[in-house]
């Protein structure tokens, strides 16, 4: 009921449209309260010709929109639809109304029933969307089927030509455009006017009238078995036959369904290219012209039923829905690649958008960074010029640094003189200190010697008083031991004697040591006399340099022959030193 639903609104919407003169979309009530009463008429649905009113109470005798008409057109006219109607009496009424107002028929080379029968295939290929356009492969499709009926070739690049202008449109055509087109001759190829019609005439049959295939054959008579030719009409659910092509005077018809079956026959009674029709009430033989149309009109009969037993439309309608059924995947696919390009764009945008964003940073920053070495440029100008100023500045202080510099340099030049002759004075100097230093040296010899004398001096002298003490202790002994003391003292007395001569000889050796000394002081106050006059001149030449006399700062011991060469803490330790000497030996 649907799709007849919609295949009846298409020439409705023609008819309406041509009402609809001022192109508003309404239309007024008088003619709709017409054609109302025409689609009731043609499709067999009782007129009530009370609802019209009363759908629109208002009375208004003004134009009626067609949203407003539709609730009413699907209530009480489209539901009520049986399928009883002619289709060819439907179609001309709302061509009739449409024709006169679209139609141009100067240029076409289609007669007016040929156009009609354009109109009616466009209204079965047009897309189920208003306005009603006819879409580049139904357009296709179409004059494919045409070229054929004519017998010619099919030409694609021609076609992928006019494609392109179709495409750059983007809306398809109408069908008065579609007239045009095929009225125009440009895919017919110069076939006259009746070729044309022709192939048109066989289009419309098979797309409208649902003929699967017609074709005059011979039929075998049930009562007088006579042989009679006839032209056949195969559609989906009927094989009808009449007289001649024109269709005027029907002779029967044979009703198919599921259950029935065709198969060939052997020639017989001089009949050949037989085969039989088995149908639910009887039997029909018939005989064709030769053994190509048999197998064509079995083929096509079994088809037919095959698709009786599956429940399934005609080839062409099937096929005009799997197209239908894939321009719907291919738009869907569109829409979703539509919809995904979109996304994409969004996404694209929003990343000019930041991209946009960060070039405005980049363009703020370059301004920020232009205007900083605008600024660094400036301050850089201001130091160059205080450099500038700076720099003559130093100029003219290192004129005045280099003649004062060359004043000093004159100064040092004589200063330098003097230093050098101060030199000369002081490597004298250093000369007579190292002369002092000898004879101070000596002077430390000799009283290293002294002292050494004395300290054996000491010695000796320990060691005889401790002879003398053990004299006395021997003395002390017992007369019986007195002989073997008196040895031992007559020993000692030798030994004591011994020691005196050794005494003797020191005492000489220390008058030698203290001529040596008066010799190295006498040495000691030349070279001091010396020293003293250089230090004066020295002294009175520059009056800066002050002589260091080397020696101890502590004051010297002074012995019978002059000053000692140690100090009184060497001396107290050189005596703690003898007397822990002498106790060891009285032990």
């Known amino acids: 009921m649907g799709s007849l639903k919609e295949e009846l609104l298409k020439p409705i919407w023609h008819a309406f449209t041509a009402l609809d003169v001022d192109r508003s979309g309404k239309v007024s009530k008088s003619q709709l309260k017409v054609l109302s009463h025409n689609l009731c008429t043609l499709l067999n649905v009782p007129h009530d010709p009370v609802a019209l009113e009363e759908h629109f109470r208002d009375d208004d005798e003004g134009p009626v929109s067609n949203q407003g008409y539709m609730p009413y057109l699907n209530r009480f006219i489209l539901e009520k639809v049986q399928g009883t109607f ?59 089927k045409l070229t054929e009926a004519m017998g010619l070739g099919w030409h694609q690049e021609q076609f992928e030509h006019y494609k392109i202008s179709l495409d750059a449109n983007g809306k398809g055509l ?238 040092l030049e004589q200063y330098l003189l003097r230093v050098k002759e101060l030199e000369e004075m002081y490597k004298q100097l250093q000369d007579a200190l190292e002369d002092e230093k000898q004879a101070r040296q000596d002077e430390e010899t000799v009283r290293r010697l002294q002292a050494r004398l004395l300290e054996e001096e000491s010695a000796k002298r320990a060691e005889l008083e401790k002879w003398h003490l053990e004299q006395q202790q021997t003395i002390q002994v017992t007369e019986a031991e007195k002989q073997e003391l008196e040895n031992q003292r007559m020993m000692k007395e030798r030994a004591l004697q011994v020691a005196m001569q050794q005494l003797e000889q020191l005492e000489v050796d220390r008058k030698q040591a203290l001529e040596q000394y008066e010799e190295v002081k006498k040495k000691l106050e030349v070279a001091a006399n010396k020293t003293k006059s250089w230090k004066d001149k020295v002294a009175h030449h520059e009056g800066l340099i002050r002589l260091i006399e080397p020696g101890s700062k502590n004051p010297h011991m002074i012995t019978n022959w002059g000053p000692a060469a140690f100090t009184e803490a060497e001396l107290e330790q050189r005596e703690k030193s003898w007397k822990g000497k002498r106790s060891t030996s009285e032990q």
């Not at 029933?113 to 969307?129: P, Q, R, T, Y």
């Not at 110069?190 to 039929?219: C, H, P």
């Open 174 to 411: 109408s069908a008065w455009e579609l007239i045009e087109l095929i009225g125009s001759g440009r895919f017919s190829k110069g076939m006259d006017r009746q070729t044309v019609s022709m192939a048109i005439n066989e289009v419309f049959n098979e797309l409208i009238l649902d003929v699967l295939k017609q074709g005059y054959m011979w039929k075998k008579g049930h009562r007088r078995k006579n042989w009679t030719e006839r032209w056949f009409v195969l559609k989906p659910n009927i094989i009808s036959y009449y007289v001649s092509e024109d269709l005027k005077d029907k002779r029967g018809d044979i009703a198919l369904n599921g259950n029935c079956t065709v198969e060939a026959l052997p020639d017989k009674d001089g009949k050949k290219c037989l085969f039989l029709i088995n149908s639910f009430e009887k039997c029909f033989e018939i005989s064709a012209s030769d053994k190509k149309k048999k197998q064509e009109w079995i083929h096509a009969i079994q088809t037919t039923i095959n698709l009786l037993r599956l429940n399934s439309p005609p080839p062409h309608k099937e096929a005009r829905q799997k197209r239908k059924e894939l321009r719907q995947k291919l738009q869907a696919e569109q829409e979703e690649l539509e919809r995904q390009m979109k996304e994409l764009q969004m996404a694209n945008e929003n990343k000019q958008k930041e991209l946009e964003t960060v070039r405005k940073q980049l363009e703020e920053a370059a301004a920020r960074a232009s205007e900083e070495e605008k600024k660094r440029l400036q301050t850089q100008m201001e130091l160059q010029d205080r450099f500038s100023l700076e720099l003559e500045r130093e100029k003219t202080v290192r004129q005045q640094m280099e003649e004062q510099v060359a004043q000093k340099s004159s100064e």
């Open 86 to 144: 002619d289709k060819v009496e439907f179609n001309k009424m709302c061509w009739t109304l449409c024709a006169r107002k679209n139609l141009t028929r100067n240029t076409l080379l289609l007669t007016d029933d040929d156009a009609f029968k354009v109109w009616v295939i466009f209204n079965f290929l047009s897309e189920d969307k208003y306005p009603l356009v006819i879409v580049p492969e139904e357009i296709e499709y179409l004059l494919k």
